[in-house]
């Protein structure tokens, strides 16, 4: 009997594999392009054909090596300062993956916390937090961003403040939700006629089985981050010129958008890919780790 | 939703709209950027510049601006622009028009296409291209509004020039509206060349506002058919040699279409927010756009009307769906 309180659900490879298979085509795209823009934010110093910010003026507004007026050694262009495309959107990656990983982090453990706590205790500690998020989900979240962002100024640290300022009610709903579902079922009830404490029951008890569905909110939390960069970046709040950020170099390419297109271009496609490989994560995570929310 | 449930959250109203002015208020008195200092011509003396403070009561402490800027509030009084040197009132009632008809036009337009898709991918439930739709529906609802109208930006008005892609109507256009509901006025009046211009400058960005919301519209509409599809009443029509497309609009459509403005309803309140930077990047004069000066401007009366005017919008959105969604379900409406 005891046993039965502590021993969660364990791990073998062949549950990896049958969980891999459960996730279909939509974990594997989803591991494929996160993997790839990881791949490359790690490598980018040594991918990266020239140095991000080396100017070189006698070459501003190349167009990609294909095109007419290309040149090879700057395969996708150059910007209006004459900078390496390329090698600027690798690493843009290198801060998009960063900032993500540090916000969607945040956003999660304060998101986590706050929603466990209200969906536990209930009562009045409920009403507020409830509350709390009642009053957020008023607030238009662009505007939301935009203004926090000019509070703490320009920089990575506002992009990430504006980013789990604004969504850590994301975790908070579905957490305090999934938390007073999980209370109600018999396992959470013969935890508690074992005499566990609450927060035994929350964190041996309850916080697993509220794995599956937060790894997929944090996938795509990290897809909302790097967006939430893009939308700083347009309102000029974002980080400071010389930092390759895909929003940096989508708000520098629409100046030139009629000389220039393909500058605005490429990071657009860098910044949709990686929301696209992100919600695909999530989707394919949560079939893959929890066969009865499976679709 | 219950009727008492509804009454409920009539109440909790006025506690969230207080709940927000006071975070607004608290936010911007801490941003670095001085509003006056902004607006003060080179060469203004000290006294010329505390007069000023006060004259937008920024010389009192925290608490007590609020308190001054809330009592004006009730009274229908939300200040005066820093910036653009009217009343805050005047300026958001004159281009909210704009928003609202282009959220509106988003909105038709994604309901629309949303249902298409929805049957669409219901009909071919099961096979091949069933797998295509959802695959395209996660696709739109991934990538965001904004995001859309840079790719329309790109597509339609640099490479393939078709449409205008700034502005609401074109400058030279020689007219004179009496109301801010541009659209809904030319319309009125029959001037239709004043109207075509204006739908050619509101495609694009309705365009992008609607892509997504479209999508999720299509999602949980073809969700809920599917769902309600299997069930017996729609099995014992097919029994009796109903054909399925009359099936699928006669008797699974009206039981689909609940949960649809349940869950999609509330959503709304993205495209809304959303009108924020596809007005900006669509240089529509809307009060999206409006917002983004604001805040570059450090224009604090107008971030807080603007603010709060969103808040009000979405408040009344989200009563509205509950609302719909009691009459629309007889189980709720005698519950």
């Not at chain 1, 939301?144 to 789990?164: E, F, H, N, P, Q």
């Not at chain 2, 003396?45 to 009730?74: E, K």
């Not at chain 2, 988003?106 to 298409?116: D, W």
């Not at chain 2, 519209?217 to 299997?230: C, H, N, T, W």
């Amino acid at each position: 009997m005891v046993d039965l309180a502590v021993s969660g659900p364990i791990a073998r490879p062949s549950q990896w594999r049958a969980g891999f298979a459960r996730g279909g085509p939509r974990l594997w795209i989803g591991v494929g392009l996160v993997g790839f823009f990881v791949l490359i934010a790690l490598l980018a110093p040594l991918l990266a054909p020239h140095d991000p910010i080396e100017q070189d003026l006698l070459s501003a507004q190349l167009p990609p090596a294909w095109m007419q007026g290309g040149e090879v050694t700057f395969p996708l262009g150059t910007d209006s300062l004459g900078r390496c495309v390329l090698s600027r959107l690798m690493y843009a990656a290198r801060t998009a993956i960063a900032v993500a990983l540090i916000a969607a982090s945040l956003a999660a453990i304060i998101g986590i916390a706050f929603g466990l706590i209200a969906g536990m205790f209930g009562g009045w500690i409920d009403q507020v937090v409830s509350r709390l998020i009642d009053v957020w989900m008023a607030f238009p979240p662009v505007l939301l961003s935009i203004v926090l962002a000019a509070v703490i100024g320009a920089g990575l640290t506002s992009v990430i403040a504006a980013i789990v300022v604004v969504d850590w009610t994301r975790f908070a709903r579905v957490v305090r939700a999934e938390t007073m579902v999980q209370l109600q079922r018999d396992y959470a009830s013969a935890a508690r006629a074992l005499g566990l404490s609450r927060g035994q029951i929350l964190r041996l008890e309850i916080l697993p089985n509220l794995v599956p569905l937060i790894v997929t909110l944090f996938a795509v939390e990290m897809g909302i981050a790097i967006l939430v960069e893009v939308i700083l970046s347009f309102v000029g709040i974002s980080v400071a010129g010389d930092v390759a950020t895909w929003g940096g170099m989508i708000v520098e390419g629409r100046q030139v958008i009629y000389q220039a297109p393909w500058i605005m271009a490429f990071p657009i496609g860098c910044v949709i890919l990686s929301v696209i490989g992100f919600n695909l994560l999530g989707d394919g995570l949560r079939a893959a780790l929890d066969p009865v929310q499976r679709r | 939703m219950r009727w008492g449930e509804i009454i409920r959250r009539l109440v909790l109203i006025p506690p969230t709209l207080f709940g927000v002015c006071i975070i607004v208020f608290v936010l911007l008195r801490v941003v670095p950027g001085d509003p006056i200092a902004m607006m003060i011509p080179p060469g203004a003396s000290a006294a010329d510049i505390d007069r000023l403070r006060a004259f937008y009561g920024l010389d009192q402490s925290i608490p007590q601006q609020f308190i001054t800027w809330f009592g004006q509030a009730l009274s229908g009084n939300f200040g005066r622009s820093i910036s653009l040197h009217q009343s805050v009132f005047e300026l958001v009632l004159a281009r909210l028009p704009a928003t609202l008809e282009l959220s509106a036009m988003a909105t038709l337009i994604a309901v629309g296409l949303g249902t298409v898709v929805a049957f669409t991918g219901v009909y071919v439930r099961g096979r091949g291209a069933e797998w295509a739709i959802d695959g395209g529906i996660g696709v739109f609802l991934a990538i965001p509004d904004f995001l859309w109208a840079l790719i329309l930006l790109l597509l339609f008005g640099v490479l393939i020039p078709l449409l205008p892609i700034t502005g609401r109507i074109d400058p030279q256009l020689d007219v004179t509206f009496h109301t801010n509901f541009y659209l809904i006025e030319s319309l009125l009046t029959g001037r239709l060349d004043v109207a075509s211009a204006l739908l050619q400058h509101m495609i694009l960005p309705a365009v992008a506002l609607a892509l997504p919301f479209a999508a999720l519209v299509a999602r949980i509409l073809k969700a809920s058919l599917s769902e309600a599809e299997d069930q017996d009443y729609a099995q014992i029509a097919r029994a009796r040699g109903f054909s399925r497309p009359a099936i699928l609009l006669r008797e699974v459509f009206p039981n689909a279409l609940i949960p649809t403005v349940a869950l999609g309803g509330v959503q709304i309140t993205l495209l809304l927010g959303g009108t924020v930077l596809v007005e900006r990047i669509f240089s529509y004069e809307g009060i999206g756009n409006m917002a983004i000066d604001a805040v570059i401007n450090r224009d604090f009366p107008l971030i807080q009307g603007l603010i709060l005017t969103f808040a009000i919008l979405f408040i009344a959105l989200n009563l509205a769906v509950d609302l719909l969604v009691t009459l629309l379900d007889p189980r709720l409406r005698h519950g």
